[in-house]
């Protein structure tokens, strides 16, 4: 039942995420949590919509719940947007995670460090060490993150008994590549535009 509830949350807050990048739905953007919520909830066949998003990417990861959440309070104005240095910092702490973790599921290396996270107290404590870290660089949500991670895992939000499943998905994993890569590009555009116009 708690994963059911998950699936309606990120079906919420990922639709949010989405719809409010366009500029038209910045005049409706307060009314469309309570829209997708009530969307979320709509059966077909028997299922809410809710369920049929969670066959397609699973239960998220509660870090990847608590970055949506972020980015949605954010785009209502309660919160500061992320900082470029903060950015930085989030996209190489969950890529390195994600490099750790993904090579090893696609057969690409030799050790499984999945089987970390079903005895996870020294990751947990590295995670503890990574947490004050960002907490020391001023990085919130990176902390927000990685506590709220740990805190599901402690008390079995979700299904799986691994503790990587609770840190890192696949949607984390690929916005992770998708804003690193449009990082590079632009701190490779931007010294170039600047010589051009020196020209």
């Avoid at 500029?23 to 066949?45: K, M, Q, T």
């Amino acid at each position: 039942m708690v994963s059911l509830w998950q699936a309606h949350l990120s079906f919420v807050l990922l639709g949010f995420v989405l719809l409010s990048t366009f500029r038209f739905s910045a005049p409706w953007r307060p009314w469309w949590l309570p829209i997708l919520a009530a969307v979320s909830f709509i059966p077909v066949n028997e299922l809410p919509l809710a369920a049929y998003m969670r066959s397609f990417t699973d239960d998220l990861a509660l870090s990847t719940v608590a970055l949506l959440a972020w980015v949605a309070l954010s785009r209502l104005g309660v919160v500061q947007p992320l900082g470029r240095q903060h950015q930085v910092q989030l996209l190489t702490l969950f890529g390195v995670l994600s490099l750790l973790l993904y090579p090893a599921t696609l057969g690409l290396t030799y050790y499984d460090p999945y089987r970390w996270g079903f005895n996870p107290r020294p990751m947990i404590v590295l995670v503890g060490a990574l947490a004050l870290l960002m907490l020391w660089l001023r990085n919130s949500l990176a902390v927000w993150m990685l506590a709220i991670g740990t805190l599901a895992f402690a008390l079995r939000l979700k299904v799986s008994e691994n503790y990587w499943d609770y840190l890192v998905d696949p949607l984390l994993t690929g916005y992770c590549l998708v804003a690193g890569f449009g990082l590079l590009i632009g701190a490779a555009w931007r010294p170039l535009l600047k010589w051009h116009r020196g020209q």
